[in-house]
């Protein structure tokens, strides 16, 4: 079993930036990726960043240039550097590993984007 645990979240003000945290645990083994999702009230969970075998990473169009997803091999951590943040970033964020058995999912870290 894999175990996902984000934190990081909070209340953020337009223009602000925070910092999520995702460590995994458990047996992990060679896995493929790891990811951000987000889930904003009244939508569908949508991809926002992954790395690959801790090096290639990806980002969805909506947080290109403000999002940086980074990978602690050593501490099996991923995080999500968040930056001009804006009111349609808020949303709860969950943290995704994939390997051969599938997916594994944390609990999700609420972002909330207000003044």
């Known amino acids: 079993q894999v175990q996902l645990v984000e934190s990081g979240g909070g209340l953020v003000q337009p223009g602000g930036s925070l910092r999520l945290s995702c460590a995994a645990s458990?047996?992990?083994?060679?896995?493929?990726?790891m990811a951000w999702h987000r889930q904003a009230p009244g939508k569908q969970r949508e991809s926002v960043a992954i790395?690959?075998?801790?090096?290639?990473?990806d980002y969805a169009d909506s947080v290109k240039g403000r999002f940086t997803i980074s990978s602690d091999n050593a501490k099996n951590t991923i995080y999500l550097q968040m930056s001009s943040l804006k009111p349609e970033d808020t949303a709860v964020y969950y943290c995704?590993?994939?390997?051969?058995?599938?997916?594994?999912w944390g609990q999700g870290t609420q972002v909330t984007v207000s003044s």
């Open positions: 790395i690959i075998r801790g090096r290639l990473t």
């Open positions: 995704n590993l994939r390997d051969h058995s599938g997916d594994y």
């Open positions: 458990g047996s992990i083994f060679n896995y493929y990726a």
